[in-house]
């Protein structure tokens, strides 16, 4: 007995923010320089009064489309930009996708990493014999968290949720997991205020970065050079150790999708790595980095090109915002 | 033991990494990463990336605060790496 993943639809938010608009509003920024280096030419971001649940929910009725709805039996909900403190955005997305009563439910707080430990999540609750049809959304508008006039995130992040829905099977078709965590990176990714410990503050100050970006501590943090660092130091080191324990070798694998944080970056650790290009999905030039959609999108969209297709070896490998990270080989 | 850069090599690739198209830029041991226009968020990534390829080495942000000069930037990954 196992668990194998079934289907996945996302759902980009329609307003989007292109790098010509990006170019007015930041005069010295260069559109070409951007799209070469960071990889990315528009990125889908929400209005005012749009959510990551209103997102979540419009992924959740696509997937629940074409898949009988009363089979679901556990509903998984990613985000780290919540509706509310309490209740969890999962109770909600119950009633709102009219899923049964009788199924469990609950948010998880991660970002990037946050499809993997999704997966990890599903394949235990179902080998464990606890659920067997799952629903997994992840959905991300970190738009809302940064500044106006932060240059660098705003260049980078864009809004997304995507379904996934995983499911009881004769075989194992979702590999061996390492996963990983560092809290003491946890100030290099960021919105200080707005929780508990530092309450949301109406006068707080601007804080001038060198790049020529603005921020407040209400907004989203990102130290680039040093989450660059980690993942340099513990990419490498994950895709190995996934590898091993699945026992197959990179050669082995068919296709290779790590998370889209940005193409220099994916670049460079494809590079330091060894793997081919053919193998390696990057492509964030019309989403952005969506966070914890990422993954899920890359799936949907190698899929529906075709560029994997049924029984492929997938290796997918999650990091980000924690520290967390994680890795698994996925069998299409 | 890595084998020792010599230090037109690293200036090569530093300029690689700024992505200086301009050939009249000269880059030295002395000239100041922080007044050159090329020197910004992005090109910092460009950086690290280079310093890992070479020196497998991870310098941290705080410290990358520091570097005005080449020669300093060349001090903080360590002077053992280099032919002087």
Known sequence: ?332 | MMEKMKIEDFINDLKDALDIENENIEISLKTNLKELEEYDSLSLLSIIAMIDKNFCKQIPSSDFAKVTTVRSLIKLIGKEYFII
């Open chain 1, 1 to 332: 007995m196992g668990a194998r993943l079934i289907n996945i639809e996302y759902y980009l938010p329609d307003k989007i923010l292109t790098n010509h608009q990006l170019a007015k509003q930041f005069p010295d920024w260069s559109s070409e320089k951007i799209e070469k280096k960071v990889g990315v030419k528009e990125r889908h971001i929400v209005r005012e009064n749009e959510t990551a649940l209103d997102l979540a929910l419009i992924a959740g009725k696509k997937i629940l489309k074409n898949y009988d709805k009363d089979k679901i039996d556990f509903l998984l909900f990613c985000t780290q930009s919540p509706e509310y403190y309490l209740p969890s955005g999962a109770c909600i997305l119950q009633d709102r996708l009219d899923l049964n009563k009788t199924i469990g439910a609950f948010d998880y707080n991660l970002g990037c990493s946050g499809f993997v430990y999704g997966l990890a999540l599903a394949k235990s609750l179902i080998t464990s014999k606890i659920a067997t049809n799952i629903l997994l959304i992840t959905s991300e508008t970190y738009t809302k968290h940064i500044h106006s006039k932060d240059k660098g995130n705003k260049t980078i992040f864009g809004d997304a949720a995507a379904a996934t829905i995983i499911e009881k099977s004769e075989t194992e078709k979702i590999g061996e997991f390492v996963l990983g965590t560092d809290g003491s990176g946890y100030k290099n990714l960021i919105v200080p205020n707005g929780g508990l410990r530092n309450r949301y503050n109406n006068n707080v100050k601007e804080i001038y970065e060198g790049s020529g970006s603005i921020r407040t501590d209400n907004n989203l943090y990102m130290n680039g050079p040093e989450i660059f660092n980690f993942t340099i130091k513990v990419v490498p080191k994950v895709a190995s150790k996934t590898l091993e324990k699945n026992k197959i070798s990179l050669e082995g694998v068919d296709y290779i999708i790590f998370h889209q944080a940005n193409k220099y970056m994916n670049d460079y650790l494809r590079k330091k790595i060894g793997i081919s290009k053919e193998k390696y999905y990057s492509n964030l030039l019309y989403t952005g980095n969506t966070v914890s959609s990422t993954i899920p999108i890359a799936i949907k969209d190698s899929l529906d090109n075709e560029i994997i297709k049924k029984n492929d070896k997938v290796l997918i490998i999650a990091f980000g915002v924690g520290y967390s990270w994680g890795g698994t080989i996925i069998k299409i």
